[in-house]
Structure formats: structure tokens, C-alpha cells
């Protein structure tokens, strides 16, 4: 998949920015290094299966900048309606 075909598909879908860092070269590994937080836990925000919680917001935010840094966009950008 090249970036000409990601950029046809829903930037809204839950596979959006899991494409993005593959194409990029970023492994979730590497994101959950810098974010300090479970590989388990950058895959389901990078899904978005996993939403921010009173509990657990701090960490998602976290891991939506180290995304969004590591892409070199806002998070705005990758999660919309989601700032961090």
C-alpha cells in the first residue's frame, strides 16, 4: 500500500493511522517506548477501540502526542474530534 492509497481511505477508519505508521517506517513498539505505556494499550488507541477515561486518560493522551509527534502532525489531525 503506497500513501496515494491510504489517502483514499477514510481518514476516520479505525485502520487510518495504524497505515500511516507503517508507511512511515514506525513500529507501535517504538510508540509505547516513548509514550511509556503497554504496546496492548498503543493498539487499541491507535484503533481507536480505546477512548480516553477518567482512569485512563492521561496515558492516551500520551500515546496520541507520541503518535502524532512521531508522524509529524497535531493530534488534531489524526483524532479530530479527540484533542489530547
Given amino acids: 500500500m503506497n500513501v496515494n492509497q ?3 481511505i477514510n481518514k476516520k477508519g479505525p485502520r487510518y493511522i495504524s497505515a500511516l505508521l507503517l508507511i512511515h517506517g514506525i513500529r507501535q513498539d517504538d510508540i509505547a517506548a516513548i509514550a511509556g505505556v503497554s504496546k496492548p ?3 487499541l488507541v491507535v484503533t481507536r477501540k480505546r477512548g480516553g477515561t477518567k482512569k485512563h486518560g492521561p496515558k492516551i493522551r ?3 502526542e507520541a503518535v502524532a509527534q ?3 502532525v497535531t493530534v488534531d489531525e489524526l483524532w479530530p474530534d479527540k484533542a489530547a
Fill in 6 to 8: 491510504i489517502t483514499k
Fill in 62 to 64: 500520551l500515546v496520541r
Fill in 41 to 43: 494499550l498503543v493498539s
Fill in 70 to 72: 512521531a508522524l509529524g
